[in-house]
T-cell receptor
Framework: DGGITQSPKYLFRKEGQNVTLSCEQNLNHDAMYWYRQDPGQGLRLIYYSQIVNDFQKGDIAEGYSVSREKKESFPLTVTSAQKNPTAFYLC????????????FGPGTRLTVT | GENVEQHPSTLSVQEGDSAVIKCTYSDSASNYFPWYKQELGKGPQLIIDIRSNVGEKKDQRIAVTLNKTAKHFSLHITETQPEDSAVYFCAASGSSNTGKLIFGQGTTLQVKP
């Protein structure tokens, strides 16, 4: 069963704690992306990776970090430096950066109190 | 900078009527324009896309038109059904060879039975 998986679906953390969101794909896609979605708003790009062991900051990278050690995995860490971390986080992948076709996972809703 | 404007923000139609959502983009180099449907609590699903060498594309009840001169594109849904109710996002490809998409703010479509 091919696709993009994100776990967990819901995540709760206390303020001041780092938390890592998982994103895995078995589509053999080169590029992967992390977005943040707030209520009533569009998708804002946090980080993206065009290839293994390489990643670039998106529009709102402050307070976040990523790694891309394997082609199929692109975990996102929300650090305590992120001022307003409560949001819906979406991971996407694309065959390569030239196709622009992005396919999304089901998302993780993070709540920090 | 790169920007995509989407209108309207909310749209309510009667079942069986047509729905039209419009987007304008700022970067004349954009050449890929996807549309996503997002149901509550789920990740966006790619429903149709168009590239700049085509003016119109149709898939059953869904069609997209592109006017590159005016830098706008539209989603048309005919014979709407209650299951079409969702948030719809347009996007345009960003700067060269990054695979980035610039998203509109979303349109909440409600189809009344």
């Amino acid at each position: 069963d091919g696709g993009i998986t994100q776990s967990p679906k819901y995540l709760f953390r206390k303020e001041g704690q780092n938390v890592t969101l998982s994103c895995e794909q078995n589509l053999n896609h080169d590029a992967m992306y992390w977005y943040r979605q707030d209520p009533g708003q569009g998708l804002r790009l946090i980080y993206y990776s065009q290839i293994v062991n390489d990643f670039q900051k998106g529009d709102i990278a402050e307070g976040y970090s990523v790694s891309r050690e394997k082609k199929e995995s692109f975990p996102l860490t929300v650090t305590s430096a992120q001022k307003n971390p409560t949001a819906f986080y979406l991971c996407a992948s694309s065959p390569d950066v030239n196709s622009y076709e992005q396919y999304f996972g089901p998302g993780t809703r993070l709540t920090v109190t | 900078g790169e920007n995509v404007e989407q209108h309207p923000s909310t749209l309510s139609v009667q079942e069986g009527d047509s729905a039209v959502i419009k987007c304008t983009y700022s970067d004349s180099a954009s050449n890929y324009f996807p549309w996503y449907k997002q149901e509550l609590g789920k990740g966006p699903q790619l429903i149709i896309d168009i590239r700049s060498n085509v003016g119109e594309k149709k898939d059953q009840r869904i069609a997209v038109t592109l006017n590159k001169t005016a830098k706008h594109f539209s989603l048309h849904i005919t014979e709407t059904q209650p299951e079409d109710s969702a948030v719809y996002f347009c996007a345009a490809s960003g700067s060269s060879n990054t695979g980035k998409l610039i998203f509109g703010q979303g349109t909440t479509l409600q189809v009344k039975p």
